[in-house]
């Protein structure tokens, strides 16, 4: 329960860090930290407007992809000390389904509009979010075949930095869930949130008629998606010491804020594929995670 607290703290600076690092790069002043919030409470306070065309699928989509982060938050562990609050034999394989789950609903609402536009977002990022999912399998099959635990909380709990197939794992495991948070949350170099041409837009495309009220809740939702993926990120690292529990949460905390930093300073220097390079470069994203699961098995003598 502790780490999930953490990530919904963490969500409340994630988008600002960002905004604020991308603007420090760029040379200019920026807005607040906490600007992003500023505009998701004063879409808080309007209504919604829904077309005629669309159903009672649109108007529920943001609240449940809400809802499913904040319980897939609760599966995560804190390090090896706290499980996470829910927690059972196998928990990663429902772990990732609801993070799919809430994609799967901000889809079929942008195709519910019946707008030529929306229905091309949604069509590319359900394509990379098929080719990007081998990635997140293959990093918690890694755990599953290191630790020999299928529950989060006991494959952080019994992981142990004592072999190289231990090193190999905290390095590229890291690096691909950097990348796999930046794809599934359409950032650069697969989309570029600030792009206005619908020809080239993805994730911006799809919420083109979300208004008011479910806005915020779709900014909240995308807040709330990367404070996850710094949370595991957090825990593959905490696992390096033994430390005591106030210092692991300090550790928690800023391994978030650099989480974000990085995702902004990453966001200042890359320009955003060609469409027709985006899936190379998903694939090679589970390409990686395929090698290294592949190299762990090989270091730990099962082939």
């Known amino acids: 329960m502790l780490s999930s607290i953490l990530i919904l703290i963490c969500a409340i600076v994630f988008p600002?860090?960002?905004?604020?690092?991308?603007?420090?790069?760029?040379?200019?002043?920026?807005?607040?930290?906490?600007?992003?919030?500023?505009?998701?409470?004063?879409?808080?306070?309007?209504?919604?407007?829904?077309?005629?065309?669309?159903?009672?699928?649109?108007?529920?989509?943001?609240?449940?992809?809400?809802?499913v982060l904040i319980i897939a938050a609760l599966f995560i562990p804190f390090t090896n000390k706290y499980a996470g609050f829910i927690h059972f034999e196998g928990d990663f394989l429902l772990f990732i389904y609801l993070l799919a789950?809430?994609?799967?609903?901000?889809?079929?609402?942008?195709?519910?509009?019946g707008s030529g536009f929306e229905g091309m977002g949604a069509n590319r990022e359900a394509l990379f979010s098929m080719l990007i999912e081998p990635a997140i399998f293959m990093i918690m099959a890694a755990l599953v075949l290191l630790t020999g635990q299928s529950s989060l909380a006991e494959m952080f709990t019994?992981?142990?930095?004592?072999?190289?197939?231990?090193i190999l794992f905290v390095v590229l495991s890291c690096y691909i869930l950097l990348q796999f948070s930046l794809i599934e949350s359409s950032r650069l170099p697969i989309d570029d949130p600030k792009t206005h041409l619908e020809l080239t837009m993805i994730h911006e495309v799809m919420v083109l008629d979300n208004s008011g009220f479910d806005m915020a809740l779709v900014g909240i939702g995308n807040a709330l998606k990367f404070s996850i993926f710094g949370g595991i990120i957090a825990n593959v690292v905490l696992i390096l010491w033994e430390l005591p529990l106030w210092q692991e949460v300090l550790i928690f905390i800023l391994i978030e804020i650099i989480f974000a930093i990085t995702i902004g300073v990453l966001e200042s220097f890359r320009a955003r594929l060609k469409m027709i390079y985006n899936s190379q470069f998903v694939l090679t994203i589970s390409g990686i995670a395929v090698v290294m699961f592949l190299m762990i098995l090989l270091l730990e003598n099962h082939l």
Do not use: E, H, M
């Not at 808080?44 to 809802?67: E, H």
């Not at 789950?101 to 509009?113: E, N, Q, T």
């Open 16 to 67: 600002g860090l960002i905004a604020v690092t991308k603007a420090k790069f760029s040379g200019r002043r920026g807005p607040s930290v906490w600007q992003p919030w500023y505009d998701i409470f004063r879409l808080l306070k309007k209504g919604s407007i829904f077309s005629t065309t669309t159903s009672i699928i649109f108007q529920v989509a943001p609240v449940i992809n809400i809802l």
């Open 101 to 113: 789950l809430g994609k799967f609903f901000i889809i079929i609402s942008a195709l519910d509009v």
């Open 158 to 166: 019994t992981f142990n930095l004592d072999s190289s197939s231990s």
